[in-house]
């Protein structure tokens, strides 16, 4: 069965420091989304593409978190300079369709900031 | 806007005994409404997800969830625990149609003791 890729699965990074997180969303899924899940809480929406465009990214702190999906494939989630409260996991998902409930989870990328 | 409650952060129960996880929704407009599983390390799985059409929803691995309007409830129940059954369990609500966005409450630990 097709899942959705990600890394790296974990990462250490200082404070202040640039980090990069990659994501392969199933082939064919037009939809992908970024989700943040801070430790004992639910995943928030971070940003939502439909194809290359960005759907929503009212959530995403612009001033530090940039997102893209360039040709409509895999994408990057990028947080420059990190801080500490950025401790997450950052979930991927993809869908073929845009409504909720069709969406397949990668398994994560474990961010610790120091 | 909408949002989920989930009371509690723990339920433990014996191999065997009936699992009852609560979440109760808030929506200003009908509403989807979705739970998921999360095993340590790994991405959300959806269980199940009501979607207007009966209320009484039967999803995988022997959930079943019954959406009631007038008490703003969707519980997940399970007559039988399993261990594999321990995770987290998520339970969401989006509105309907194109760009419909997830909303996760905090999550729920579920223990199954043998």
């Known amino acids: 069965e097709a899942e959705v890729a990600q890394s790296p699965r974990y990462k250490i990074t200082e404070k202040s420091q640039a980090v990069a997180f990659w994501c392969d969303p199933i082939s064919g899924h037009a939809t992908l989304y970024w989700y943040r899940q801070i430790l004992g809480q639910g995943p928030e929406l971070l940003v939502q593409f439909q194809d290359e465009s960005v759907v929503d990214d009212s959530q995403l702190p612009k001033d530090r978190f940039s997102a893209e999906r360039l040709k409509g494939v895999d994408s990057t989630l990028k947080i420059q300079p990190a801080e500490l409260g950025d401790s997450a996991m950052y979930l991927c998902?993809?869908?073929?369709?845009?409504?909720?409930?069709?969406?397949?989870f990668g398994p994560g990328t474990r961010l610790t900031v120091t | 806007a909408q949002s989920v409650t989930q009371l509690g952060s723990h339920v433990s129960v014996s191999e065997g005994a009936l699992v009852l996880l609560r979440c109760n929704y808030s929506?200003?407009?009908?509403?989807?409404l979705f739970w998921y599983v999360q095993y340590p390390n790994q991405g959300l799985q959806l269980l199940l997800k009501y979607t207007s059409a009966a209320t009484l929803v039967k999803g995988i691995n022997g959930f079943e969830a019954e959406f009631k309007k007038s008490e703003t409830s969707f519980h997940l129940t399970k007559p039988s625990a399993h261990m594999r059954d321990a995770a987290e369990y998520f339970c969401?609500?989006?509105?309907?149609?194109?760009?419909?966005?997830?909303?996760f409450g905090k999550g729920i630990t579920l223990s199954v003791r043998p």
């Open positions: 998902a993809s869908s073929l369709a845009r409504t909720s409930g069709s969406e397949y």
């Open positions: 929506s200003s407009v009908p509403p989807y």
């Open positions: 969401a609500v989006s509105s309907t149609g194109a760009n419909s966005k997830l909303t």
